[in-house]
């Protein structure tokens, strides 16, 4: 939880109140967690929802930007990064109601209070193309993701100018945000893409118990630890060796949505299935140990001679320990998409979300190596991609991307 975040009621939330004392003894008066929820502060030297400890639901939105004039792209960040602050605190995107008029807030979270909600806004590449006249302060690192061996990429769900993730405990509070960013923007962006998700499906926190994943697996267990300001700073936040200054303190966001064969995978017998991701099943402990933490042991032998972790084993292929000690964020939601109407099949699977300092060497490194030798790669297919800067809205009235933009 970070410094500017309080645990607070959805009674005091309903009031307004930010005063962190009153807070906590509203919250504590309330008898527990059933109706707490955290209020996040939007403003800081990082972006939210990337150390935020995951909640329960995602709403993934990709906008294209239709707006033509630098002035108006501002306009766009500046009203969303406002609207972001109000969101988190609970409170309506915008307060007047005129009754002749449509309503400021579509108002179907007016009673949830802030419900853990964190926004967090990504600028794609193509943002930095001839429009805004913006190619020079491009960051090198945000790159055009590469075609991975196997992508089947839904060109509606590739990229986008613009990226909100929104994360909330509730999932209504979670889409109400990006349907409500859709609206107050209107005539500058469209939106281009909406994936929701649920059940997190990666932990970063150590103290909580790892979730389970679609396939069954804990997921998260070997994560960067977003308590950890040494593996934060190594790993996630982009630091002053960065060729633009106004991306340090920020973030690079990497979304795939991940389809996974659920039917084939479920007929798998378990010990493939262990083969396959090279963890049990039960414990969520690797092949080569008895506890969920005890370390991957990747020389070790069986009796034939092989590795007990297997060569195309997923936790070998993407583990720090082969990747020259590279490592990711590991932020993702499962989704569950209806039928597939052409297979019958389920149309579902991770939406895959990462963060990391530089997609170069961490996820272009980590899935150039899975799309041709990750025993899952049988079970999964890409359909959606995109690499998003997540700037921090650094000062307390700024707004995301102002250092680039003013
Ligand atoms: C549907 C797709 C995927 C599924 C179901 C999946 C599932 C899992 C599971 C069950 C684990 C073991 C538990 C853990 O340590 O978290 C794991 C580990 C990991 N996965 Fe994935 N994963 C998927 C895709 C990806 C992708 C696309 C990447 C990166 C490009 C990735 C990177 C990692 C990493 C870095 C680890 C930790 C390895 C270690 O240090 O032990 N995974 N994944």
């Known amino acids: 939880v970070s410094d500017d975040s309080i645990r607070i009621s959805r009674r005091t939330a309903l009031k307004g109140s930010g005063l962190a004392a009153v807070a906590a003894t509203a919250a504590a008066l309330?008898?527990?967690?059933?109706?707490?929820?955290?209020?996040?502060g939007f403003h800081g030297k990082h972006p939210v929802g990337v150390a935020t400890p995951m909640q329960r639901h995602l709403a993934f939105g990709t906008f294209d930007v239709t707006a033509t004039t630098v002035t108006e792209l501002r306009d766009v960040l500046a009203t969303w990064s406002a609207a972001a602050a109000r969101l988190m605190a609970g409170r309506p995107v915008a307060e007047a109601n005129d009754p002749y008029f449509p309503p400021a807030d579509t108002g179907e979270t007016e009673d949830d209070g802030p419900s853990s909600l964190t926004i967090t806004i990504g600028l794609g590449p193509t943002l930095f193309d001839s429009r805004f006249h913006l190619a020079s302060r491009r960051p090198a690192a945000l790159i055009d993701l590469p075609v991975f061996a196997g992508d089947r990429i839904d060109p509606q769900r590739r990229g986008g100018d613009l990226c909100v993730q929104a994360c909330a405990d509730d999932a209504i509070v979670a889409f109400h945000a990006v349907r409500n960013f859709a609206r107050i923007a209107e005539g500058a962006v469209v939106l281009r893409d909406l994936q929701l998700g649920t059940g997190q499906t990666s932990t970063s926190d150590p103290s909580t118990s790892t979730p389970r994943n679609l396939l069954g697996f804990k997921d998260g267990t070997s994560n960067v630890r977003a308590d950890s300001t040494d593996e934060m700073d190594h790993f996630v936040w982009v630091d002053s060796s960065s060729d633009?200054?106004?991306?340090?303190?920020?973030?690079?966001?990497?979304?795939?949505?991940?389809?996974?064969?659920?039917?084939?995978?479920?007929?798998?017998?378990i010990v493939d299935q262990q083969s396959v991701i090279g963890r049990f099943r039960d414990s969520g402990a690797p092949l080569t140990g008895s506890r969920e933490r005890d370390p991957l042991e990747l020389a070790k032998l069986d009796t034939f001679g092989t590795p007990v972790i297997p060569a195309s084993a997923h936790v070998r292929v993407a583990a720090p320990e082969t990747n020259g000690g590279i490592k990711i964020l590991r932020r993702g939601y499962n989704f569950t998409d209806g039928v597939d109407p052409v297979t019958g099949e389920l149309d579902a699977g991770l939406m895959f979300i990462c963060f990391q300092q530089d997609p170069r060497r961490q996820f272009v490194t980590l899935q150039n190596k899975l799309s041709s030798s990750d025993a899952l790669g049988r079970y999964v297919v890409h359909t959606g991609s995109g690499l998003y800067a997540c700037p921090a809205p650094m000062t307390p009235n700024g707004f995301v991307g102002d250092a680039l933009l003013t």
């Open 30 to 40: 309330a008898g527990g967690s059933s109706s707490a929820s955290v209020r996040y």
């Open 244 to 269: 633009q200054p106004w991306m340090i303190g920020g973030t690079y966001l990497v979304a795939r949505r991940i389809r996974v064969h659920l039917e084939e995978w479920s007929a798998l017998p």
